[in-house]
């Protein structure tokens, strides 16, 4: 039945029997595409369902109605200049919901250009990871076709993608700069902001929220500690307590097949941080970049703690005051940012952030979503809450990562690229967030947050949430990992990688690893090297 469209994120899950939930479904997982979104010439291309005559079966009678903006947010009905566009689509099927779609289409200079899916194409090249088993030299000696595939597949994604035309215009409209570029200045970024700026002025949310968000703030009283390098006496360790730790970490390397690195402060010292193994034929550093999957959850919940400490919002509050396609729909339940935050909001899977209209596929969910009935881990419950956030602040998430969490704590190695399970990071960036948390929600001279806020997300049993017991215990992107002889107290966040974040006050401790999978015999170690921290304190 659905041979014509792709999921590119999971399938929605079983809904009520309703007539009209299998016209829901489809309008969710079906490709709804511009072709091409790369073009040129003073017409738009046509939008519709990849196979038309199959969403008539399925959905009946349709129509598309779609509403162009240029780059600098007027209604147009040509292009009229090269560079960005925006398309509102809306399906109205003739009878069930509507759905509302976002599509950026990017029109390229002029008919001279000659772009052409198979002519111009560019020159590709790729280093595989030593784990696909091709070799270096065989990459180089078989680079033409290599070339020609990867071409083939890009000049593709223009025809049927829709990030294609975001990532041509982000190129278009970047500047270059001395300084790398980051995830606040990627073509996907800037594309996202562009949208969420346009979404908050035509909802006018632009002047229910007009002035800038600031935070950190300047701290009042004396600092608050930073992470600094010292011994095992400055930070309260047993004088062999590097030896012991490196030994359990040296036989877990020769042990395993998996690289990894660790930062290990207490009370504001960082008495080890080192790396072992190897990752792509190359030594593993403590600045290799690794994945650290859910651990993104807390680090995107930080944005919310801000808000929330300065008033701006409470965790009690519905989310659709705050995002406009779902107000005025009828819901046993609510949905609050509590909910979305702590997986019971009846959200599933891990998707969301890469869909500047994520809010508009979810109205159509809404009216059946199970909200405080049972507790359902996921991504999707972050990427709306972060929705919030942005719509509040009017930065995209991005943005809000850079400017006020990981550039002002100088995290300079770390690449946020949503709000539930794409972070990028080394342990030392990690550490110094670590130690913020610490300290309650300051480093340094910065005030991010209060400490009774802080306090407020921190793991506590949902039951008062479900409304009956329950032996869940989670925060608003915390985790409860107070395991392995670390105090009661220890938070921080789990991760599918096996990375490991965790804060722990009564030991005023702070360690972190990062990795790119559990590799062998991860179990066996990772307990081994909690325990002999704990064992080691002084």
Known sequence: MLDIWVDDHCEVPELPDHPETVKIKLLIEANINFKPYVFCGDAFPVCDFDRPYKARQWLGPYTIKTTFYDRDFNKVDAPTRPGRYGAVVEVVPEQGPKVTRYRTLCCLPDDRSGYHRFANRPQIS??????????????????????????ELFAESTFRDPHSGAFFCGLLESQPSQAPSGM??????????????LKRKLCGMDKAYPHPFVCPTPISGAPAPILRDGSVKDAGMKPDAVEAIDAVCSAWAADSDEAFALCIARHG?????????????TPMTTDTQSWVASITKTLSATLLW????????????????????LRDIHIENSLTIRHVYTHTGGLWCHWGDEWNDLENVIALIYPYLEVARDY???????????????????????????????????????????SYGRGRSVPRDLAVIGQMLLNGGAYGDMRFFSQQTLDMMLPRNIGYILGRETDVVVGIGTDPLGTDGMSPRTFGHGSASKSTFRIDPENGLVVTMTRNDAGKNFQQYHAQFIQTIVENLQ
């Not at 790729?126 to 071409?151: D, K, N, T, Y």
């Not at 008033?311 to 396609?325: E, I, N, Q, R």
């Open 269 to 281: 010292v960082v008495f080890m941080e080192k790396a072992y193994g190897m990752r792509d034929r």
């Open 126 to 151: 790729v280093s595989f990871p030593e784990h696909f088993g091709i070799s270096p030299e065989v990459a180089r000696w078989q680079s033409r076709w290599i070339s020609e595939h990867l071409a």
């Open 376 to 418: 359902n881990y996921n991504g999707l419950g972050p990427a709306l809450g972060s929705r919030v956030v942005e719509m509040i602040t009017g930065e995209g998430l991005p943005q809000l990562y850079q400017n006020h969490l990981l550039g002002p704590l100088g995290c300079a190695h770390t690449d946020m690229h949503d």
């Open 306 to 325: 801000m808000l929330v400490d300065q008033g701006v919002v409470d965790l009690d509050d519905p989310v659709s005051k705050y995002l406009p396609p």
């Open 184 to 197: 606040a200045e990627s073509p996907y970024a800037a594309d996202h902001q562009w949208w969420l700026t």
